[in-house]
């Protein structure tokens, strides 16, 4: 199996910060990637996919980018509702694998 | 907006199974895969396997394979999963999700928990 890992496990960030976020493949996915969030006792929500395609609704202050086994997650300007969990998966094979997620907190 | 509309919480015992249903609309069991996702408490999101009800295939996640089934009744468009031998390891919220070809899930139903106690 693909494994991907995220980096950092928690970010603290302050309202209106831009953020980061990075997730890395263990072997090469191409643009294989989608990224969503999750806020507490809810479903993920798909917010990109095919690395840098954002899902229809999504604000555009979340944008993606990356190839082969380095991706990151940028949302800039943090809102409230933006204070959540990330996960990446992969989707080079059936085998979809995703990251161990990167919480977003308020600091 | 499409809705994914899961079956309620459950209370099973260890060795025994658990099935849970996943109500979509037509048009997407006719056009997409139906796939399922679990998170035990507190952690990540792990993928199980897959169904495409408009060709009946299967795909299963190596860890689940030999007793996990995912069937789909086209009638009522109606997916469910069932998992056998149940651990407590096998605590955790099952996801159904809309599965585009094989790759990212662009609709999640609201989510089941299981509980092994």
């Known amino acids: 199996d693909i494994q991907m890992t995220q980096s950092p496990s928690t970010l603290s960030a302050s309202l209106g910060d831009s953020v980061t976020l990075t997730c890395r493949a263990s072997h090469s996915i191409s643009g294989w990637l989608a990224w969503y969030q999750q806020r507490p006792g809810k479903a993920p929500k798909l917010l990109i996919y095919?690395?840098?395609t954002l899902q229809g609704g999504v604000p555009s202050r979340f944008s993606g980018s990356g190839s082969d086994t380095d991706f990151t997650l940028t949302i800039s300007s943090l809102q409230p509702d933006d204070f959540a969990t990330y996960y990446c998966q992969q989707y080079k094979n059936y085998s979809r694998t995703f990251g161990q997620g990167t919480k977003v907190e308020i600091k | 907006q499409v809705q994914l509309e899961q079956s309620g919480a459950e209370v099973k015992k260890p060795g025994s199974s658990v099935r849970v249903s996943c109500k979509t609309a037509?048009?997407?069991?006719?056009?997409?895969?139906i796939s399922w996702v679990r998170q035990a408490p507190g952690q990540g999101l792990e993928y199980m396997g897959r169904?495409?009800?408009?060709?009946?295939?299967?795909n299963y996640a190596q860890p689940f394979q030999g007793r996990l089934r995912i069937t789909a009744d086209k009638s009522t468009t109606t997916a469910y999963m069932e998992l056998s031998s149940l651990s407590f390891e096998d605590t955790a919220v099952y996801y159904c999700?809309?599965?585009?070809?094989?790759?990212?899930?662009?609709?999640w139903g609201q989510g089941t928990l299981v509980t092994v106690s």
């Open positions: 169904i495409v009800p408009a060709l009946n295939i299967r």
């Open positions: 999700a809309r599965d585009v070809s094989g790759s990212y899930f662009d609709f």
């Open positions: 095919k690395a840098s």
């Open positions: 037509g048009d997407s069991f006719n056009k997409y895969s």
